[in-house]
């Protein structure tokens, strides 16, 4: 729960500064250059994270990385968050910024899973229906699962609508063993 405070409140406050000077989008999409060279299990990510290398040498690989690729702004960002020894949370800090961001654009995602490729067709009517229901843009991600047999399934927020072959054969299964034969 810790983890998800520190990230909402760093992120908040990095969008607050981002909007203030109207960096927004330019942050965004620096965070992601940082994520890529500070990504999970990265030499640069244990190097800044471990406790027995220099709060000077973590500070010069930040400088070296970065100053002449990213706006100043995001430099003295990663900078505090060495400082305050938050640099762990760097990944998490970049989800929740994007999902404010696009709080701040009035863009939801949603995931769609479904067995087959969904021609654009298909992809711009449920677009149309989700922005229609949520009253927001919407930006579909689509994931490929043969498991499910047919059909597809949103995730929108906390909603999730099946409508896969998988689900129905299963609620058929149920209702005919409710069924009593005499």
């Known amino acids: 729960m810790i983890d998800k405070t520190v990230s909402e409140r760093y992120a908040f ?6 909007k203030k000077n109207a960096l927004m989008d330019v942050i965004l999409s620096e965070l992601g250059l940082i994520g890529k060279v500070i990504g999970e299990g ?20 930040i400088h070296k990385a970065f100053s002449d690729r990213i706006n100043q702004t995001l430099v003295n960002f990663l900078l505090l968050l060495l400082k305050k020894y938050r640099i762990e949370f760097l990944h998490d800090i970049i989800e929740e910024y994007s999902r404010l961001v696009d709080i701040e654009k009035g863009i939801e995602k949603a995931r769609v899973v479904c067995s087959l490729p969904v021609n654009e067709g298909m992809l711009t ?9 949520t009253g927001k843009k919407i930006v579909l991600e689509i994931l490929e699962d ?6 597809i399934i949103v995730h929108l927020r906390d ?10 054969l ?4 149920e209702r005919l063993l409710r069924v009593k034969v005499t």
């Open 146 to 151: 043969k498991k499910i047999i047919g059909g």
């Open 159 to 168: 909603i999730v609508i099946d409508g896969s072959i998988r689900y129905k």
């Open 125 to 133: 009517g449920l677009r149309e229906k989700l922005e229609g229901l």
């Open 13 to 18: 406050a990095l969008l607050n500064v981002a």
């Open 42 to 61: 990265s030499f640069v990510k244990k190097f800044l994270e471990s406790p027995h290398i220099s709060d000077e040498d973590k500070i010069g690989l």
């Open 170 to 173: 299963g609620t058929l299964k």
